[in-house]
């Protein structure tokens, strides 16, 4: 796919887009099939109101230094690591993230949680962590924060985003302020409209690489992936700008940050077909509005809800090492399997790493290993119920062994039961829609992954001899 990397610029609140064709006679084209669109949740909505009572809270609670989110947090995470400032992100967490968290107990009394709406069940164990660790109600109420409610110390349903980033010391309304001064460029009906230019760039590709181009925005890429692939394309977020996957026939590279032209990644590797560069704040509206008008202009199927499944009864096919292996295809050492199942691949793999993003991160080494090896775009998401479109793709799926789960109080199930059962709804979502899977259990974690990094290390090896 080859696009002049500065064939137009169109730019709005100190955003532009390069590399996409101009505005110019498109509006006639798409409108009619954009009407009504809805680009989805904003994660800086915040009422202005607020700001005040924001700021008030976190003078009122400003020994507490180490601010968690439990909820989805990928763009919360991107305005931590792109401001420098330190956000604990507990989105469907693994069991071991919550006990680090809980068995620290300086830690514990140094943080305050912010709760999503559908987060109770992780309130109900910090709740829980708390009252063993000797402190009273009130002095529980202080150090976890609700939005919503009778209890609620700040009423902002749905606003976890900026009120988690305001309590790790970020300013929300600079964010906001950066996102209001684009919003007017999304419903332009003339002139420049860059997220109208990057969805019709996105519209027309099916691979995306997503490159950070160094200047300064971390984390945009990983938030930006699942909007994506609820408009139906594949995102690979690349590890590097000369990471495997970043270039090929069928991939549109897209490089994102704060200033830099097309074609300007340092690092080497990457030349890219378009490139998005603008304030974080507007960063968020335009990448929001382009994945929408890409998704329906691509007529993408809506992702199908969330589901749990029963897990028990599944047995391995065979065993390797710390590795179990659940497939229909023949036995085989590790390695071996892992290049025929590679040599399938439908349009594209997709690695679904059901573990801690911390103890659990080298396993991230996996996706450019496969990518290298296979020639093909591989993505790497981390949640449980993760199954993309479902039209496409190849599906491998890690799960791990709790050796020490976290009882939900009040309910008959735990934290690691719940991720175990979404994961088993994932594959039968897979199955039923005929998508290649296969699913590898780590019967020991840290064993399990460096076994399954040498398996990869080996097809590179003998695709290079």
Do not use: K
Request: glycine share 12%; with cysteine; aromatic share 4%.
């Amino acid at each position: 796919m080859t696009i002049d990397p500065l064939a137009a610029v169109e730019a709005a609140a100190g955003l532009a887009v390069f590399g996409a064709p101009a505005t110019a006679s498109r509006h006639g084209r798409v409108d009619a099939r954009l009407a009504g669109l809805d680009a989805g949740p904003d994660p800086l909505a915040l009422d202005p109101a607020l700001l005040p009572q924001l700021a008030e809270l976190h003078e009122e609670l400003g020994d507490l230094d180490h601010v968690v989110l439990a909820g989805p947090g990928r763009a919360a995470e991107a305005i931590a690591r792109t401001l420098g400032r330190r956000l604990t992100v507990l989105d469907d967490p693994d069991p071991r993230q919550v006990l680090g968290l809980t068995r620290d107990r300086d830690l514990m009394c140094r943080s305050v949680t912010v709760f999503a709406e559908d987060a109770g069940d992780l309130h109900r164990v910090l709740h829980r962590a708390y009252l063993d660790l000797g402190l009273t109600e009130a002095e529980t109420a202080r150090h976890l924060l609700p939005l919503g409610g009778s209890d609620a110390l700040l009423e902002a349903p749905g606003q976890e985003t900026l009120v988690a980033a305001t309590l790790a010391g970020i300013d929300a309304g600079e964010l906001t302020g950066q996102s209001a001064a684009f919003a007017p460029s999304v419903r332009a009906a003339t002139g420049d409209n860059p997220a109208l230019a990057l969805g019709l760039a996105l519209a027309g590709a099916d691979a995306v690489a997503l490159v950070a181009d160094g200047s300064g925005l971390e984390g945009l890429g990983e938030w930006a992936a699942p909007l994506l692939t609820a408009a139906g394309l594949v995102p690979v977020v690349a590890e590097a700008p000369d990471s495997p996957g970043v270039r090929g026939e069928d991939v549109l590279t897209v490089s994102y940050g704060g200033s830099l032209r097309a074609g300007s990644v340092p690092g080497g590797g990457a030349r890219p077909d378009v490139a998005v560069n603008g304030p974080l704040g507007a960063q968020f509206a335009a990448w929001r509005w382009a994945a929408a008008i890409a998704g329906r202009l691509r007529g993408a199927e809506p992702p199908p809800p969330p589901g749990n499944a029963a897990v028990d009864g599944e047995a391995p096919s065979w065993t390797d090492g710390a590795v179990e292996i659940f497939t229909t295809r023949p036995r085989t050492d590790l390695s071996t399997l892992l290049r025929e199942f590679g040599s399938d691949i439908h349009d594209h793999l997709s690695v679904v790493a059901v573990l801690d993003p911390v103890t659990d991160a080298e396993v991230a080494a996996l996706r450019p290993l496969l990518a290298a090896a296979t020639g093909r775009p591989v993505t790497l998401d981390r949640d449980p119920g993760h199954v993309g479109d479902l039209r496409n793709g190849s599906f491998l799926q890690i799960t791990g062994a709790d050796p020490e789960d976290v009882d939900v109080p009040g309910r008959a199930y735990t934290l690691g039961g719940s991720r175990s059962r979404r994961a088993a709804a994932a594959r039968q979502a897979l199955t039923r829609r005929g998508r290649p899977l296969l699913r590898l259990h780590l019967t020991d974690r840290r064993r399990g992954v460096r076994q399954l990094l040498a398996a990869a290390g080996m097809l590179q090896a003998r695709a290079c001899g």
